[in-house]
């Protein structure tokens, strides 16, 4: 059971260029989520999903778009990526009804 | 809306010895969800313990408990005979019961265990 993994672990990005991170759970999660860490602080969230077709902004969700094709896969996009989203992104996932949250790794994302 | 607050930034504790970590939070729902989380300093994030409003019992996870007092609003995380390796990032979290359990995270605090 590989649980919730995250592509790619770390990148570089310049000020512009787009990108997409991965996330795929095995787990057949209903709920999905993308997170983001600023350094010394705590999460907020970006986008999430509660199902395939359905998705909803979070907190801080300026500068990204997300899809949800697939109950597995929850893609999250950067366009025209600028320096002030440097910072770890967590993808999530959670079982309907359920109360505990599976991460992935985190991206470490570099943009500049 | 939701929010929660840790004041202490960071904490030093000698091995063996117990130790509390503040949380307190801010919400207009009934029903929600009080989560802990840890962050060694390899970056993941590893569930601790769950706490629901309406649970009578404090939450306990091995040498993890929650002391949840309602009338205060507050959380706190007891790791009882600290070890070297609960030095790491401590992050208290919330949700609402119903619904997508969207959380939200407070600004952490830095647990150090000295040997």
């Known amino acids: 059971n590989a649980g919730v993994t995250q592509t790619p672990k770390f990148r570089i990005l310049k000020i512009g260029q787009s990108m997409t991170l991965q996330c795929t759970q095995d787990?057949?999660?209903?709920?999905m989520y993308w997170y983001r860490q600023d350094p010394g602080m705590g999460l907020k969230l970006i986008y999430y999903s509660v199902g395939a077709g359905i998705t909803d902004k979070g907190e801080v969700p300026n500068g990204y778009n997300v899809s949800r094709s697939t109950t597995e896969d929850f893609p999250l996009r950067l366009e025209l990526a600028a320096p002030s989203q440097t910072s770890v992104y967590f993808c999530a996932s959670v079982a309907q009804g359920d109360t505990e949250a599976f991460f992935g790794q985190g991206t470490r994302l570099t943009v500049v | 809306a939701q929010k929660i607050t840790q004041t202490q930034p960071g904490m030093f504790v000698q091995e063996k010895e117990a130790v509390t970590l503040d949380c307190t939070y801010d919400?207009?729902?009934?029903?929600?969800?009080l989560f802990w989380y840890k962050q060694p300093s390899s970056g993941e994030m590893i569930f601790l313990i769950y706490?629901?409003?309406?649970?009578?019992q404090n939450a306990t996870e091995g040498r993890y408990s929650l002391n949840f007092q309602k009338a205060r609003k507050s959380a706190n995380l007891v790791i009882s005979a600290s070890q070297l390796g609960d030095s790491a990032m401590y992050f208290c979290a919330m949700s609402a019961v119903q619904g997508a359990q969207k959380l939200v995270f407070g600004q952490g605090t830095r647990l150090t265990i000295n040997p």
């Open positions: 919400t207009s729902d009934q029903s929600y969800g």
């Open positions: 787990m057949n999660h209903n709920y």
């Open positions: 706490q629901g409003s309406y649970d009578e």
